[in-house]
């Protein structure tokens, strides 16, 4: 089925491993966005990727790195875990239409603890 | 400052009635969107309903309208009918800028409010 797969759904770190959120999309989107969330506080976005090749921060950068690897893939990287990344991690894309009026299509998310 | 409010942290209904989920915004840029999002307990975000800036008349899709006025730059869920399964939570989230409707490319950044959580009694 066309869609937005994360990898993988659950993971525990210790603070200081590192590790990588996988996305894939085949939706032939070219937008590609991170967000987590977190209980009140709504979705924030950390990263996101407006073609292949491009990346921009977003509202809360810190802490992460990430690869749009080709139109489909774009990755999350955590160098070193901090409890204060424990968090629910949801990527979306959007087709890019010049229109305002595209929602964002969202991934079923990780749900990561840092410990 | 809060881009998008949602005041309610929590709504109860009973089956079959109707309920609105309130929002409201912060923009000064002349063109926005506005969205909703439900989120169930499975966790997933599925897109509900859309309204532009520019728009004329209120959106509506089947069960959902939204009741946007912009001079108070509030943008409210109305869910008619309400069904069990609408229990979930809520987000209503913007997009700013870029020459919305005008053919410009957004890049689809979206702010999302901090939700409501709706639970519907039978």
């Known amino acids: 089925n066309a869609g937005v797969t994360q990898t993988p759904k659950f993971q525990v770190l210790k603070t200081g491993q590192s590790m990588t959120l996988q996305c894939a999309q085949d939706?032939?989107?070219?937008?590609m966005y991170w967000y987590r969330q977190d209980p009140g506080m709504g979705l924030r976005l950390i990263y996101y990727?407006?073609?292949?090749?491009?990346?921009d921060k977003g509202e809360v950068p810190n802490g992460y790195n990430v690869s749009r690897l080709n139109k489909r893939e774009f990755s999350l990287r955590l160098e070193s875990a901090a409890p204060s990344q424990t968090s629910v991690y949801f990527c979306a894309t959007q087709r890019m239409t010049g229109r305002y009026d595209s929602p964002l299509h969202f991934g079923n998310g990780t749900r990561l603890t840092v410990t | 400052a809060q881009k998008i409010t949602q005041t309610q942290p929590g709504m109860f209904v009973q089956e079959k009635e109707a309920v609105t989920l309130d929002c409201t915004y912060d923009t000064s840029d002349p063109s926005y969107g506005l969205f909703w999002y439900k989120q169930p307990s499975s966790g997933e975000m599925i897109f509900l309903i859309y309204?532009?800036?520019?728009?004329?008349q209120n959106a509506t899709e089947g069960r959902y309208s939204l009741n946007f006025q912009k001079a108070r730059k509030s943008a409210n869920l109305v869910i008619s009918a309400s069904q069990l399964g609408d229990s979930a939570m809520y987000f209503c989230?913007?997009?700013?800028?870029?020459?919305?409707?005008?053919?410009?490319?957004?890049?689809?950044?979206?702010?999302f409010g901090q939700g409501t959580i709706l639970t519907v009694h039978p």
């Open positions: 309204q532009g800036s520019y728009d004329q």
């Open positions: 989230a913007m997009r700013e800028g870029e020459g919305a409707n005008a053919g410009g490319t957004s890049y689809g950044k979206l702010t």
């Open positions: 990727s407006a073609s292949e090749g491009t990346t």
């Open positions: 939706m032939n989107h070219n937008s």
